[in-house]
């Protein structure tokens, strides 16, 4: 019988017990020293991990030392310090109320190190991968926090380090690396979930989006339906909650200020406050800003005196934060994140970078499909996952951004399409185009359109699919951010939408879930007449109209404070009767 293994019952429910309530523990600890028979074991549980090759490559230093201690804690603290300093506003605010070791409030440490060289050459598997020595002393670290958690005692891993600097300062041989630094002792209780979902930092992933069957992306569990991410996210897009939405309206109402004084700001509010289905919303914050990267066939077409390398250059100019979104997001405080959802050039790996290419660009839409279907499909993917996994990193409003080099013409034939209007109405100057090359630009998005007619809305029957329009016009950043709003949505966060390339991914979105509107919010409007069009289409109102036409997420960011000081005061503005003010007859 398959189950003549099987542990009985309450001894499984064990294993899955210990699994489910282990936790990293930062608070809460007891002075009571860790009795040597019960650190004997959880050592043992640790020397028992799995390893390549069988090579065993951990070993554990136990300190209980405390001036040893207090140099470790001054290294901790001092790069806890540097990790601080670089953090954006909110994330700044939000880390400085977490604890990130318990280095000197616990008993005893353990470090957990890695010998890479122990066996010789052959070790078997490690071979190839030389990693696998490493790997193998993070098992012998879980093991040893599971069996620490049976045993009622709380671990800490510390990984504020430099580690040449740790493992010097603990006076490691030169061959040894240190894998982990653990804080164990006694504590007063366990949390049910992880501080730093408790404390809003970050999120669980739901492990639905974890499992994939046979193929990569095919997300779903074994014995379910694989999940369609896509039609998921449409279909949890719902209208906004009416109830808060009047409860928001009342409490403005309420607020200690003439009625109505605060104009389009009492609509964000409730707006914000619909989304959340709560009144107040929680505050917009932390943000970050996305900001999608992709080439275009259509440049071909001679649309803009700039060459297509600049779309990798600015990539890298967003990158080492010298563009202007980086300045603005530094002044709202909000967190920069670049995605290569389709940029010609090969870019280099570096922090801050999501590699996502779907091709090197798109074709050229005069001359056919600027993408496959497929390709649309997958961009909308890309961003809609990194929606989600902003979110789940913690993220509480997310912002648009996009850098394409010929991405304007993209966006006004994207916006024809989607609203039916003139060419000549829509498309724009983008970064200041002559006469010559403005009235080119308008013809190309003209013959794209007239190519492409049987998949317009405007003219096709039934209603065209919007996915082939996008796929028909589009870049690949018009894709990803389509689906980048279609997943704030889906979760209910705001999405502070940039120019006219997001407005024309907003309009992709509404086609495919007409209530995704509801968590948008019209950043700014720009100077390219295309989006004025689309923002009256999506019924949203700019908050700012300062004659930008830079793109990147710059007027977005600028419209961040707008938005969080609009969730502010409808949380914080105390009310007449609260405050005991006279209200106006
Ligand atoms: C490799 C690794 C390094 C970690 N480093 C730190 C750290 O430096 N400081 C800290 O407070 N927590 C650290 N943690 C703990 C994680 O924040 C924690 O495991 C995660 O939030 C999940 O919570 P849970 O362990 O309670 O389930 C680390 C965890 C791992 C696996």
């Known amino acids: 019988m398959p189950d003549d293994h099987r542990y009985p019952d309450e001894q499984r429910e064990a294993v899955y017990r210990v699994i489910a309530e282990r936790r990293d523990v930062r608070q809460g600890f007891l002075p009571d020293p860790v009795p040597a028979d019960v650190l004997g074991r959880v050592l043992t549980a640790a020397h028992k991990a799995p390893s390549v090759g069988l090579s065993q490559p951990w070993d554990f230093l136990v300190l209980t030392d405390r001036s040893r201690r207090e140099q470790i804690a001054a290294l901790a603290r001092r790069h806890r310090d540097e990790y601080a300093a670089g953090l954006p506003g909110a994330r700044a605010r939000a880390f400085d109320r977490l604890k990130i070791e318990s280095i000197l409030d616990t008993p005893v440490n353990i470090v957990v190190t890695c010998d890479r060289t122990r066996g010789g050459r052959h070790t078997l598997g490690r071979h190839v991968q030389p990693q696998t020595a490493e790997f193998s002393s993070v098992l012998a670290v879980a093991n040893l926090w599971l069996a620490a958690r049976a045993e009622g005692l709380g671990v800490g891993w510390v990984s504020f380090f430099d580690e040449r600097e740790l493992a010097a300062q603990l006076g490691l041989p030169a061959h040894l690396e240190v894998i982990a630094y653990l804080c164990l002792g006694y504590v007063t209780g366990f949390a049910p979930e992880p ?51 009047t409860a928001a309206l009342e409490r403005q109402d309420r607020m200690t200020k003439p ?13 914000l406050a619909g989304l959340a289905g709560s009144c107040p919303a929680p505050l917009p914050e932390p943000a970050c800003v996305a900001i999608f990267a992709a080439d275009h066939g259509v440049h071909a077409q001679g649309v803009t005196p700039w060459p297509q390398e600049v779309t990798a250059q600015m990539v890298a100019n967003f990158l080492a934060g010298g563009a202007v979104v980086n300045a603005f997001a530094a002044q709202v405080g909000a967190e920069v994140t670049v995605v290569d959802v389709g940029v010609a050039g090969s870019l ?7 590699p996502r290419k779907i091709a090197p660009g798109t074709a050229d839409f005069t001359e056919g499909p600027a993408m496959t279907r497929e390709q649309a499909t997958a961009a909308l993917m890309v961003g809609l996952e990194i929606a989600r996994d902003l979110v789940a990193a913690g993220n509480r409003c997310l912002v648009t951004g996009d850098m394409g080099i010929a991405n304007t013409t993209a966006s006004a034939a994207l916006i024809c399409a989607f609203t039916g209007a003139d060419p000549a109405e829509a498309t724009g100057r983008g970064t200041g185009i002559d006469a010559v090359t403005y009235a080119r630009k308008v013809d190309v998005v003209c013959r794209g359109l007239a190519r492409h007619r049987p998949v317009l809305p405007v003219v096709s029957e039934p209603a065209a699919d919007p996915v082939d329009v996008l796929a028909a016009f589009g870049g690949f950043e018009h894709a990803a951010l389509a689906g980048f709003i279609l997943g704030a949505a889906a979760l209910r966060v705001p999405v502070i939408l940039d120019g006219v390339i997001s407005g024309a991914a907003a309009l992709a979105a509404a086609a495919m879930a007409p209530d995704v509107t509801a968590a948008c919010i019209a950043g700014h409007r720009s100077v390219e007449p295309g989006h004025a069009i689309a923002l009256s289409q999506l019924g949203l109102t700019p908050l700012v109209d300062l004659g930008l036409r830079l793109g990147e997420g710059t007027g977005a960011l600028l419209a961040l404070p707008l938005v969080q000081s609009a969730a502010r005061a409808l949380r914080d503005v105390a009310t007449f009767d609260s405050a005991g003010v006279t209200e106006k007859p």
């Open 195 to 245: 501080e730093l979902a408790t404390a809003g930092w970050a999120r669980r992933r739901p492990v639905s989006w974890a499992v994939h069957a046979e193929e990569f992306g095919r997300r779903g569990l074994p014995g379910e339906e694989p999940v369609d991410p896509l039609a998921d996210v449409i279909a949890a897009i719902a209208p906004p909650d009416a109830a808060a939405m």
């Open 259 to 271: 009625r109505g004084s605060l104009g389009v700001l009492e609509e964000v509010s409730v707006r």
């Open 348 to 354: 280099d790996p570096v922090p801050g970078l999501l």
